[in-house]
């Protein structure tokens, strides 16, 4: 089981929709937990961070987060086609770093 | 303000040689980590470093090093190449440590034929 795990997709909405990303992860002691897009050729860009059970939102973004359950979310509301990208799930257990494989989301104008 | 700064942009090796490569930090950032990113396995962390002490390290063999200097520069090195390291290598600079409000560069991309 990979330490963290994310639909790969693709994930395709059209242009003003929600568009939802779920990750679950696997070791309890995660700590932090963020979403980074990473476009096509680009390094990945930090969206949010969130380190407490709920939602937080910045914009358009809302990530959730729910430690019972080990399971984070993200959510891009009015999706705009340049939201489309790969969205990468992160947790850090303190001492490591992990990834998830990311999501590709496309926005259909 | 200069973001990070990954030098080269693009390497060829050859099987069995050794490869450095740089990270600037963001001018003030203490922590620089690095990772790895393949189309199969996606990014691995390898290791951070945060005042010129690393403070974590990835599952990788010991063939990847890395250090840090007073400027926070940080380089990290691949001993004894192997096709499997082919890879973007990215780096990430953080004021805090870790993923915390951390900012990658545009990376290395490093083939090994």
């Known amino acids: 089981q990979k330490e963290v795990e994310q639909n790969s997709g693709p994930l395709s909405v059209p242009e003003g929709a929600i568009a939802s990303l779920n990750c679950t992860y696997s070791?309890?002691?995660?700590?932090?937990f963020f979403w980074y897009r990473q476009y096509s050729g680009k390094s990945p860009e930090l969206i949010m961070s969130?380190?407490?059970?709920g939602d937080k939102e910045d914009g358009r973004f809302t990530a959730q987060l729910n430690k019972a359950s080990q399971y984070v979310s993200l959510l891009i509301r009015d999706s705009q086609p340049s939201d489309s990208a790969t969205y990468l799930c992160a947790v850090n257990t303190g001492n490591q770093f992990y990834f998830g494989t990311g999501t590709s989301l496309t926005v259909i104008p | 303000k200069a973001g990070v700064t990954q030098t080269p942009r693009y390497l060829i090796k050859t099987r069995g040689q050794q490869v450095t490569l740089s990270c600037s930090p963001i001018?003030?950032?203490?922590?620089v980590s690095w990772y790895q990113q393949t189309p199969g396995q996606g990014l691995q962390f390898l290791f951070e470093?945060?005042?010129?002490?690393?403070?974590n390290k990835g599952n990788f063999p010991g063939r990847f090093s890395g250090r840090q200097f007073s400027n926070s520069r940080s380089e990290m090195n691949v001993s004894t190449l192997e096709l499997g390291d082919s890879a973007l290598y990215l780096c990430a600079s953080s004021l805090f440590g870790g993923l915390t409000e951390a900012f990658f560069g545009q990376g290395t991309r490093l083939t090994v034929v």
């Open positions: 470093y945060f005042s010129e002490t690393q403070r």
């Open positions: 001018s003030g950032h203490r922590s």
């Open positions: 969130i380190y407490s059970n």
């Open positions: 070791d309890r002691v995660s700590q932090s």
